[in-house]
């Protein structure tokens, strides 16, 4: 069993930074690739980044390639997504998600075990 609380969410103004942060506990971290996903009112879910267990290997969406990095301390049990240069349409909840199959470095929903509840970020314009 995997606990996920986010934190780190908040107001800002387009073009400004936040950086979320996911202390996991219940289970050794390194055992399971962890990502971010979000959910926008009246959309679906979508995957925002992941990153592997070693944290050698990290996924982007498109939409956040190039403005958003995702990270991991082991020792820490954390994973953190630093978001720059943010726009409105990047206002969503966000969820940390944890994977407990190593060989893969998923991007859909249902490849995640365990879920946060979410840290809601908005965006003004």
């Known amino acids: 069993q995997v606990q996920l609380i986010e934190s780190g969410g908040g107001l800002v103004q387009a073009g400004g930074s936040l950086r979320l942060s996911c202390a996991a506990s219940?289970?050794?971290?390194?055992?399971?690739?962890m990502a971010w996903f979000r959910q926008a009112p009246g959309k679906e879910r979508e995957f925002v980044a992941a990153i592997m267990w070693r944290a050698d290997i990290t996924h982007y969406a498109d939409s956040v390639k190039g403005r958003f990095a995702i990270s991991r301390d082991n020792a820490k049990n954390t994973v953190a997504l630093q978001m720059n240069s943010l726009e409105p349409e990047d206002t969503a909840v966000y969820s940390c998600?944890?994977?407990?199959?190593?060989?893969?470095?998923?991007?859909?929903?249902?490849?995640?075990?365990?879920w946060g509840q979410g840290t809601q970020v908005t965006v003004s314009s």
């Open positions: 219940g289970r050794s971290f390194n055992t399971y690739n």
């Open positions: 998600a944890a994977d407990v199959n190593l060989y893969r470095l998923g991007r859909v929903v249902g490849e995640y075990d365990y």
